[in-house]
């Protein structure tokens, strides 16, 4: 009889896997199950997470493919660092190989991998062990986008014509852990980390609900990169001070700035843009999610701190620095906006909704590695556009072996 709730085995007990822990009390039919860490005490504290939460009794693990091999687990949800997605998926996949275990599927957090041909290799790994595959992409499910894109195709592009023009940014003050600093663990700086959002936001967007991903073709990418704030001699040492000496951007820089033009075509020839814009050098109350959806005879926008909720906080409450009002909170005094359940606003409960009724259902999600894939191709002809300064038609040659030159350590 098939299963009618889906259990979870986390890799990774960080940032994003407690956003997706905290998520799943909006999800009927998940548990959180297990949870591996490198690190015990962390599995341990995340799986007391789900427990107190009442989303699972979760179990800490210490072993991948012990975690895969218990019977209670039916998906895993990939949220390790960058650098360790071949080995994780690696261990995954030997894991099933050996006969362990009975796992529907899994579910990578972004990016697939730091380069396309990793991206590749993974995405072999998971075809190859029969295992039902998608692609996390929160932003899709945020319920702005979802409910301002449902409404756009249905009035405004019904009547007038479909939108031409999307844009979409993530900008906030710069990540949390040294890894994401470093280029060569992360994949490169702000444009690996953030620009897949919005390039998926944007394809998003431009697609008409219902028609497939093919509907609309990006054609041409034109990008730069810059270092506006973080190789500046005052933040690199503030860099170090904060993130210890393996973070050094006077020597080993990667971009805090990164911004693309995508050019996509329809199947009848109609020329579409996507604008993108990715900053880890924005100093606002804190994360910032937007995006522009522009047609003949309409609009939409949205940005994710104008939350509706603020508070004030006058100069004589002075308390420690938090992220309890938002992401990446920069302030605690003043005028500051508040994101009641970020996890909901940010799209993780819908994202997880999905998801677990795509495996429970025995289906391939909306989003599956094969997206993934596509993400990085864009983003490595983004790269590949800023390093030559001029615009590359996509997808160029050579694109499974590029590896841009902040990744390499060579990108001044
Ligand atoms: N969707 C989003 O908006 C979003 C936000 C943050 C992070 N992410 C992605 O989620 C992933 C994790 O990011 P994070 O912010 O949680 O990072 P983090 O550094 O906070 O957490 C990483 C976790 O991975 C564990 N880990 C370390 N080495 C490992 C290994 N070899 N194998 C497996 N796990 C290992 C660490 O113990 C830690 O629990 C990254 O791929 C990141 O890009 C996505």
Same mark, same amino acid.
């Given at each position: 009889?098939?299963?009618?709730?889906?259990?979870?085995?986390?890799?990774?007990?960080?940032?994003?896997?407690?956003? !997706?822990?905290?998520?799943?009390?909006?999800?009927?039919?998940?548990?959180?199950?297990?949870?591996?860490?490198?690190?015990?005490?962390?599995?341990?504290?995340?799986?007391?997470?789900?427990?107190?939460?009442?989303?699972?009794?979760?179990?800490?693990?210490?072993?991948?493919?012990?975690?895969?091999?218990?019977?209670?687990?039916?998906?895993?949800?990939?949220?390790?660092?960058? !650098?360790?997605?071949?080995?994780?998926?690696?261990?995954?996949?030997?894991?099933?190989?050996?006969?362990?275990?009975?796992?529907?599927?899994?579910?990578?957090?972004?990016?697939?991998?730091?380069?396309?041909?990793?991206?590749?290799?993974?995405?072999?790994?998971?075809?190859?062990?029969?295992?039902? !595959?998608?692609?996390?992409?929160?932003?899709?499910?945020?319920?702005?986008?979802?409910?301002?894109?449902?409404?756009?195709?249905?009035?405004?592009?019904?009547?007038?014509?479909?939108?031409?023009?999307?844009?979409?940014?993530?900008?906030?003050?710069?990540?949390?852990?040294?890894?994401?600093?470093?280029?060569?663990?992360?994949?490169?700086?702000?444009?690996?980390?953030?620009?897949?959002?919005?390039?998926?936001?944007?394809?998003?967007?431009?697609?008409?609900?219902?028609?497939?991903?093919?509907?609309?073709?990006?054609?041409?990418?034109?990008?730069?990169?810059?270092?506006?704030?973080?190789?500046?001699?005052?933040?690199?040492?503030?860099?170090?001070?904060?993130?210890?000496?393996?973070?050094?951007?006077?020597?080993?820089?990667?971009?805090?700035?990164?911004?693309?033009?995508?050019?996509?075509?329809?199947?009848?020839?109609?020329?579409?843009?996507?604008?993108?814009?990715?900053?880890?050098?924005?100093?606002?109350?804190?994360?910032?999610?937007?995006?522009?959806?522009?047609?003949?005879?309409?609009?939409?926008?949205?940005?994710?701190?104008?939350?509706?909720?603020?508070?004030?906080?006058?100069?004589?409450?002075?308390?420690?620095?938090?992220?309890?009002?938002?992401?990446?909170?920069?302030?605690?005094?003043?005028?500051?906006?508040?994101?009641?359940?970020?996890?909901?606003?940010?799209?993780?409960?819908?994202?997880?909704? !999905?998801?677990?009724?795509?495996?429970?259902?025995?289906?391939?999600?909306?989003?599956?590695?094969?997206?993934?894939?596509?993400?990085?191709?864009?983003?490595?002809?983004?790269?590949?556009?800023?390093?030559?300064?001029?615009?590359?038609?996509?997808?160029?040659?050579?694109?499974?072996?590029?590896?841009?030159?902040?990744?390499?350590?060579?990108?001044?």
């Amino acid at each position: 009889m098939p299963r009618s709730r889906l259990g979870i085995g986390f890799i990774g007990s960080g940032f994003n896997a407690r956003f !997706h822990i905290q998520s799943l009390i909006g999800v009927r039919d998940a548990d959180v199950r297990g949870i591996f860490s490198p690190n015990a005490a962390n599995a341990a504290d995340a799986a007391d997470l789900a427990r107190t939460l009442n989303v699972g009794e979760a179990k800490p693990y210490s072993s991948i493919a012990d975690m895969v091999d218990d019977p209670s687990i039916d998906a895993i949800w990939l949220c390790g660092p960058n !650098h360790a997605r071949i080995e994780n998926v690696e261990e995954v996949v030997d894991a099933i190989k050996a006969g362990r275990g009975s796992l529907k599927g899994i579910a990578c957090e972004k990016p697939l991998a730091r380069t396309v041909g990793e991206a590749r290799t993974v995405t072999e790994l998971v075809k190859s062990a029969d295992l039902s !595959h998608g692609y996390l992409e929160n932003q899709l499910f945020t319920p702005h986008v979802v409910r301002g894109r449902d409404l756009i195709w249905a009035r405004g592009a019904a009547l007038t014509g479909r939108p031409y023009l999307a844009r979409a940014a993530e900008e906030h003050s710069g990540p949390h852990m040294p890894w994401f600093w470093r280029a060569d663990l992360q994949g490169g700086g702000v444009l690996t980390d953030m620009m897949c959002h919005s390039v998926e936001v944007v394809r998003h967007l431009l697609t008409e609900p219902g028609a497939p991903r093919s509907s609309i073709r990006p054609v041409r990418v034109t990008a730069r990169i810059a270092s506006l704030k973080w190789t500046r001699p005052e933040y690199v040492e503030k860099l170090a001070q904060m993130m210890g000496d393996e973070v050094d951007y006077g020597k080993r820089p990667a971009e805090d700035f990164a911004s693309a033009t995508i050019e996509y075509v329809t199947e009848d020839g109609t020329p579409l843009l996507g604008e993108v814009t990715t900053s880890w050098c924005f100093v606002g109350a804190g994360l910032r999610l937007s995006a522009e959806l522009l047609g003949p005879e309409y609009s939409m926008s949205w940005n994710t701190l104008e939350s509706g909720l603020k508070l004030f906080f006058s100069r004589e409450v002075s308390g420690e620095a938090g992220e309890d009002l938002v992401e990446k909170q920069n302030a605690e005094v003043g005028l500051m906006p508040v994101i009641p359940d970020e996890w909901t606003a940010y799209g993780y409960e819908a994202e997880n909704r !999905h998801f677990t009724q795509a495996f429970l259902n025995d289906q391939q999600p909306a989003l599956t590695f094969d997206d993934g894939v596509e993400v990085m191709q864009i983003l490595m002809t983004a790269y590949m556009s800023a390093e030559q300064g001029r615009t590359i038609d996509f997808p160029p040659a050579d694109l499974d072996a590029f590896v841009p030159a902040v990744a390499k350590g060579e990108w001044r």
